[in-house]
């Protein structure tokens, strides 16, 4: 290991590692799935819903099925906003082989088919605790957690990543950032828009060095990642300056590196 760079943030000291410039590294993170055939696309902010980083579709559909790809899009986290519909359908439509959006009222045998009928499902953003509310209500977080189970690739952005991991910070309660556990299909925590909410660093490194949180990746605006049971098996930056981060706390303080850029 390199030299170590010591930042004081808050009370919590905060240690940046050298940065993971390999492979190996990056599929020796401990943030691999209960289910041996999950995969997750985990995207840290943009997007189609914010018309920006066409990339980031790119990446997702190079890991489903590319042209022949049929994928779903959930917008619980948003209300079910029109807007961010239109533009998945937009966004998507001309480079796969078919889209469709969950009408808010689907569940039971509806849903599983639906479900059945695709080879990814991508998880709008939003509200992180409305979304577990209404998924826990209509048991579609159990009908999600058996799809992923059977190969169908997630994918989400901000409350649409973190919903698969154990927890990570949401202001959804409007008490301010503090932990909210997530469904719990990827071991660890998750973090969005690292660099583009300036008081998410602070309280991130804070919690994870407490022990409120656990170790877990960190996405900027633009950035993604592919987990497997391997690890992080692959990344994209949409952005020339963002990044994905892997935290952890040692002795209690929170250490951070930087993963490899996509070669």
Same mark, same amino acid.
């Given at each position: ?15 940046? %590692? ?12 401990? =943030? ?9 696309? &985990? ?14 579709? !790119?990446?997702? =559909?190079?890991?489903? #099925? ?30 796969? &082989? ?10 039971? @045998? ?21 979304? +577990? #509310? ?31 991991? !154990?927890?990570?910070?949401?202001? @959804?309660?409007?008490?301010? +950032? ?6 719990? =299909? ?10 583009? !909410? ?19 990746? @960190?996405?900027? %605006? ?26 952890? &706390? ?14």
């Amino acid at each position: 290991m390199g030299q170590v760079l010591f930042i004081r943030l808050s009370v919590y000291p905060f240690l940046r %590692d050298t940065p993971a410039t390999s492979t190996p590294f990056m599929q020796r993170i401990p =943030l691999t799935p209960h289910s041996p055939r999950a995969r997750l696309i &985990a995207i840290g902010g943009g997007g189609f819903a914010q018309g920006s980083d066409p990339a980031l579709e !790119e990446f997702v =559909l190079r890991h489903a #099925a590319g042209a022949a790809t049929r994928i779903g899009y959930i917008a619980s986290a948003s209300s079910f906003e029109p807007t961010a519909i239109a533009r998945f359908h937009q966004r998507f439509g001309p480079h796969c &082989a078919h889209t469709a959006d969950m009408p808010p009222s689907m569940q039971g @045998a509806p849903a599983a088919q639906w479900l059945q009928s695709l080879d990814a499902v991508f998880v709008g953003g939003g509200n992180t605790a409305r979304l +577990l #509310a209404q998924w826990r209500q209509a048991g579609l977080d159990r009908l999600l957690l058996d799809a992923a189970g059977q190969g169908l690739l997630l994918a989400g952005v901000s409350a649409g990543a973190m919903v698969w991991f !154990e927890a990570g910070l949401s202001d @959804a309660l409007g008490a301010g +950032l503090a932990p909210l556990a997530g469904l719990g =299909l990827f071991r660890g925590s998750f973090c969005p828009h690292y660099d583009s !909410e300036p008081q998410r660093q602070p309280a991130l490194h804070a919690a994870i060095a407490s022990g409120q949180l656990p170790r877990g990746l @960190a996405l900027d %605006d633009g950035a993604a990642v592919l987990l497997d049971a391997s690890g992080v098996r692959d990344s994209c930056l949409a952005r020339p300056d963002c990044a994905a981060y892997y935290l952890h &706390a040692r002795l209690g303080r929170c250490f951070s590196r930087r993963l490899a850029a996509p070669a």
